[in-house]
T-cell receptor, first 114, second 116 residues
Framework: KAGVTQTPRYLIKTRGQQVTLSCSPISGHRSVSWYQQTPGQGLQFLFEYFSETQRNKGNFPGRFSGRQFSNSRSEMNVSTLELGDSALYLC?????????????FGDGTRLSIL | AQTVTQSQPEMSVQEAETVTLSCTYDTSESNYYLFWYKQPPSRQMILVIR??????QNATENRFSVNFQKAAKSFSLKISDSQLGDTAMYFC?????????????FGKGITLSVRP
């Protein structure tokens, strides 16, 4: 069974631009959650989607948004990029809704803002 | 607000020995979940172990076990018979069971090195 797939693996953008990251969950998994990992702030929860609905949300500004499609694939969008948005963005999937479910992580997308 | 504290940034252990990674948390909730996740170098993060707060029995997964002290708000991970493949960053995480307002809070992580 294929694992969680995140694309692209690496991305370079400049300040003010916007970016869309993609996550394909493990087949059969309906929950997708997103995390930001930086050396300074560590690992922070962004949001969780289940059945195309956002179920939980972390403390990030509205520039960070996401959505989930009927096939459970999810995208995360960051608008008006700032230097501080440089990070490894991780996606995880789980069978059921709820962050108490074991999360299966992808390799991440490393986003660099110039 | 919930906080998770991993006070040790780095630890080192000899192969085959036992090591304990510390984690404390702060919450006013009574029902919650605790996790340890492992992130090996350049590899995917994986769940090591999970503990539900209402369960008094400490969770165990093969060589990994936890010491959950609810009153002290402590959740340490013990790795027995350490192996070279245990070298990784370990994150302690906490989650309340507040329905739609649930979120997963991580500690800063601890880098564990297993020496041959």
């Amino acid at each position: 069974k294929a694992g969680v797939t995140q694309t692209p693996r690496y991305l370079i953008k400049t300040r003010g631009q916007q970016v869309t990251l993609s996550c394909s969950p493990i087949s059969g998994h309906r929950s997708v959650s997103w995390y930001q990992q930086t050396p300074g702030q560590g690992l922070q929860f962004l949001f969780e989607y289940f059945s195309e609905t956002q179920r939980n949300k972390g403390n990030f500004p509205g520039r960070f948004s996401g959505r989930q499609f009927s096939n459970s694939r999810s995208e995360m969008n960051v608008s008006t990029l700032e230097l501080g948005d440089s990070a490894l963005y991780l996606c995880a999937s789980s069978l059921g809704s709820g962050l108490n479910q074991p999360q299966h992580f992808g390799d991440g997308t490393r986003l660099s803002i110039l | 607000a919930q906080t998770v504290t991993q006070s040790q940034p780095e630890m080192s252990v000899q192969e085959a020995e036992t090591v304990t990674l510390s984690c404390t948390y702060d919450t006013s909730e009574s029902n919650y979940y605790l996790f340890w996740y492992k992130q090996p170098p350049s590899r995917q993060m994986i769940l090591v172990i999970r503990q539900e707060a209402y369960k008094q029995q400490n969770a165990t997964e093969n060589r990994f076990s936890v010491n959950f002290q609810k009153a002290a708000k402590s959740f340490s991970l013990k790795i027995s018979d350490s192996q070279l493949g245990d070298t990784a960053m370990y994150f302690c995480a906490f989650m309340t069971s507040s329905g739609a307002n649930s979120k997963l809070t991580f500690g800063k992580g601890i880098t564990l090195s297993v020496r041959p």
